[in-house]
């Protein structure tokens, strides 16, 4: 399958530039900066180089660069901001800091015909972000077009197929930068489109073939989709070989254990159910800190898997991480850690077992794709996503029994309003969290001393970035009211108004 790389200099959208690749239909991946001319030239079918943007300053010592030799392997490269200046640098340009940056919409003015701008007009609005700029282009590059601020705002090198952009094509602000794109990578790099569900599937499939032989492998199966597709891809594969193992921590989902044992009883899967509770509850007392909690978590459930897998020969642990969960788990060498992801930075480093993430560069469309074609039910698919540490994590302060159950019930609650308003489907996940203060309220004429539960109701596309929902002021009453009318412990409900960034999505 051919395929498009993005090199990764630290910029917010490098996952965003893939991702547009991907619609198109062609594979993308997001490798570091400095992966080396040595590592692309090994990757088959490799029909282009996409050079993020990035903070830093190309004159920066400390900066993140790739080596001069990428410009020199004939595959056509684009360069998007910082890329688009560090191409410029590395073949001798000149890069100064500018007198004021240029940030948010502006003019593009198209100088001289270039196949990236096939079918724009001569003037296009784009999206710029930029303090730095190329001065001087390096010999036999040339410019296509400029701003007002900018007069380098994009080159082209047509032999070498070299091309650079200051503004950003993959945000939608800039009204024709799919159109770039798709110039770069169909007219320039001449790539064919492979990346379909079917696709995707054959690929992971053969994968897995080569990984798992006929070998026994362990999944973890939390019953959301990720897991459910991964389990489904591997049985289709390796059939019996594959044990399925779902862990009740007494943190999971109202009904949780019991929609899975009745949802899986249907299929040829070797199911085991184990009941962990208490050892979760044990291990996690006293324990305020999230990151603490996360790791706690994740170092039992790979006890329980291990445990497991001594008992029925296993050596390799599948789980369904997803592309997402990889880049806040700082994957990548520039992003930052946001938080460990059970299933991913959560993992003990040693650990007995071979990790295998099959769907680990997916996003969470491509992966709900997969579980359509797979025929995983729609209660599956549909289902909002839920945190691999469980409530663990909606619970500030210590997680008790008692306290796992006032969050369960409460976003049960919020769920079943939500899908009684028709409203359930339209997000992307609604949940409540229990703090560990305590406040002042009244019920039955009386004075009360009760936890505040907070209301998080989100819209997001693929967990990156996401909305808080506007939702409808007489939904969040009856949430409300079910709430303190329902659950004795609390008499307060709040509605979380904040967007991710600057909050995220989950409390811990
Ligand atoms: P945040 O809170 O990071 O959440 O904005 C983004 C999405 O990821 C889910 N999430 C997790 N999923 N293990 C998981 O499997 C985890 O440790 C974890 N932490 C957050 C979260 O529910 C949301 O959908």
Request: with cysteine; net charge positive.
């Amino acid at each position: 399958m051919d395929r498009v790389v993005v090199l990764d200099f630290g910029g917010q959208y490098s996952h965003l530039i893939s991702r547009r690749v991907r619609d198109m239909g062609v594979y993308s991946q997001v490798l570091p900066s400095n992966a080396g001319e040595k590592k692309l030239k090994k990757i088959k079918h490799l029909k282009g180089i996409i050079l993020s943007g990035g903070a830093a300053s190309v004159y920066e010592k400390s900066s993140p660069k790739c080596s001069k030799e990428i410009l020199n392997l004939g595959v056509p490269i684009l360069g998007i901001c910082y890329g688009h200046q560090l191409i410029a640098f590395l073949d001798g340009g000149k890069i100064r800091r500018g007198e004021s940056g240029e940030y948010g919409l502006t003019e593009l003015k198209i100088l001289k015909k270039s196949t990236l701008f096939d079918g724009l007009k001569t003037r296009e609005k784009v999206w710029m972000n930029h303090r730095d700029a190329i001065e001087k282009l390096p010999f036999r590059y040339f410019t296509t077009a400029s701003t007002k601020h900018t007069s380098i705002a994009a080159f082209e090198n047509k032999k070498k197929k070299i091309y650079g952009v200051q503004f950003h094509p993959e945000v939608t602000h800039t009204e024709n930068g799919n159109k770039i794109l798709r110039n770069f990578v169909f007219k320039i790099c001449k790539a064919k489109k492979g990346w379909s569900t079917s696709g995707i599937v054959k690929n992971i499939e053969s994968e897995i073939k080569e990984k798992i032989g006929d070998k026994k492998a362990i999944i973890g199966l939390s019953g959301g989709v990720d897991s459910s597709t991964a389990a489904a891809l591997l049985s289709r594969v390796i059939g019996k070989n594959l044990i399925a193992v779902y862990v009740d921590t007494g943190l999971m989902r109202r009904g949780e254990t019991e929609f899975i044992r009745k949802t899986f009883s249907k299929y040829n899967l070797n199911l085991k159910i184990v009941k962990a509770e208490q050892k979760f509850f044990e291990r996690l007392k006293g324990v305020l800190d999230p990151e603490k909690k996360r790791k706690i978590i994740g170092k039992l459930f790979i006890e329980i898997f291990e445990k497991a897998a001594k008992k029925y020969g296993a050596q390799l642990l599948i789980q369904g991480t997803i592309y997402s969960d990889r880049i806040e788990s700082g994957i990548t060498a520039h992003s930052s850690k946001i938080k460990s992801h059970h299933n991913v930075g959560g993992l003990p480093k040693r650990m007995k077992l071979t990790l295998y993430e099959p769907l680990r560069d997916l996003y969470k469309d491509e992966v709900r794709k997969i579980a359509r074609m797979l025929k995983i039910p729609n209660e599956i698919i549909k289902r909002h996503v839920f945190p691999g540490p469980g409530l663990a994590i909606r619970i500030v302060g210590e997680v008790t029994r008692e306290r796992a159950e006032i969050v369960r019930k409460a976003s049960y609650i919020i769920e079943e309003e939500l899908k009684k308003a028709r409203l359930y489907e339209k997000v992307w996940m609604a949940f409540a969290v229990l703090l560990s203060v305590k406040t002042v309220g009244i019920q039955g004429d009386a004075r009360s001393y009760k936890y505040p539960i907070v209301v998080r109701i989100i819209e997001s596309k693929d967990a990156m970035t996401a909305n808080f929902a506007k939702i409808p002021y007489n939904v969040l009453e009856k949430i409300s009211t079910r709430i303190t009318n329902e659950i004795s412990k609390v008499n307060r409900v709040v509605y979380d108004i904040s967007d991710k960034p600057p909050a995220t999505m989950e409390w811990e």
